[in-house]
């Protein structure tokens, strides 16, 4: 899920040190990862039945998407897959929009790897499988601070991944009820959703001026592309944009809190 | 119409692409450090990826279409929240289709 209480932590290749202890993926922590989030879960689930009600709405059948909430787990790449959901099928669009809505996923990766990469390969699996925003954000508060149980991680991607599941079929089956879902709006939820989590992303111009300037390439290349691809161009305009513009000279970077 | 196998072999390549990017960050870690400029690159893409989607979305649609997403950035805004953004949004367009038909 990607929820905008966080971003993803910029320089984190400056932040990665040598950890003292020897990092675990213990049952212990992954009971501790999912009761920590107990409360954190509860705002996924009107996104996940929104999607669950959205997905129906776009012509997915009940195990279509069902099957895509359990698989991806990851809420806003699951809506722009819908969007494009047309057959034919456009694989190859759909693929690279998942790819770069869930690019921060890569981010994420990368500041907890200092951690993760102590396990076993098959605990690193593990500890990884159901990395998100949400449990990634209380994960790494607390190793940095010394706990060494990567459990945490897989325990709140489990209770996060649980919730997503059960509020997708609640919503399906909504969805699958409901007769005129445009009287209840259902048809932008997806643009509102993004549009929010935009806003929420956007602080000063050296996060607003790559958005500015994908919403411009979307919108000039709509006409000449086909489906998705102008939201894949803009995607890459956007992240060059960010890449090049000049750097701030700020100390030890860390993931912050937007609102 | 999408078919169901068709439909299944897009969900499967679209979980195997967002597992590449759960376990490719630190996968990458053990061999480069992941550069600043990446980070940034990556960053970047992932908002206007979403930005993006929204405004092909409005130019696709009509008034109905821009005033709820307006009203849900507004709402952002003001409030900070996805959830009641999302909701207002709802209200509009679904206010909307009620009184034009």
């Known amino acids: ?259 | 119409m999408v078919d169901a196998s068709s439909a299944y072999l897009a969900i499967g390549l679209m979980a195997l692409v967002t597992l590449g990017t759960r376990i490719g960050g630190a996968y990458v870690m053990r061999f480069v450090p992941l550069s600043a400029r990446v980070e940034r690159f990556l960053e970047a893409m992932s908002s206007s990826v979403l930005a993006a989607i929204v405004v092909t979305f409005v130019a696709r649609g009509s008034l109905r279409e821009l005033s709820a997403v307006a009203v849900a950035i507004l709402v952002m805004v003001a409030i900070r929240s996805p959830v009641w953004a999302m909701i207002a949004a709802m209200a509009v367009a679904g206010g909307w289709s009620m009184l034009a038909g």
């Not at chain 1, 290749?13 to 990862?33: D, F, W």
């Not at chain 1, 359990?70 to 494009?84: E, K, N, T």
Request: net charge negative; proline share 6%.
């Open chain 1, 1 to 259: 899920m990607d929820l905008p209480e966080t971003s993803p932590p910029a320089g984190s290749s400056n932040t990665s040190r040598a950890t003292s202890a020897p990092v675990t993926l213990t049952y212990e922590g992954v009971v501790r990862g999912a009761r920590r989030l107990v409360p954190v879960s509860v705002f996924v689930i009107p996104f996940g039945i929104a999607y669950g009600v959205a997905a129906i709405e776009a012509g997915l059948t009940v195990d279509q998407a069902i099957a895509m909430s359990a698989f991806m787990f990851a809420g806003a790449s699951q809506f722009a897959a819908i969007d494009l959901w047309q057959g034919p099928l456009p694989y190859l669009s759909l693929a690279l929009v998942v790819l770069a809505v869930n690019a921060r996923h890569l981010i994420l990766g990368a500041a907890i790897s200092p951690y993760v990469n102590q396990l076993p390969p098959g605990r690193w699996f593990l500890a990884l499988c159901l990395l998100s925003d949400v449990n990634f954000a209380d994960s790494y508060k607390l190793m940095k601070t010394g706990y060494r149980d990567a459990g945490l991680i897989l325990g709140g991607g489990l209770l996060m991944w649980v919730t997503w599941l059960a509020a997708t079929i609640v919503g399906v089956f909504a969805g699958a009820i409901a007769t005129n879902l445009d009287y209840l709006g259902v048809d932008v939820v997806m643009a509102a959703f993004f549009g929010a989590l935009t806003v929420g992303s956007v602080s000063g111009w050296r996060t607003g001026l790559p958005v500015l300037v994908a919403c411009g390439v979307a919108l000039l290349t709509m006409p000449l592309l086909p489906s998705g691809w102008n939201i894949i161009a803009a995607a890459l305009a956007g992240g060059v944009v960010g890449a090049f513009l000049p750097v701030e000279e700020k100390g030890d970077r860390e993931p912050t809190a937007h609102g």
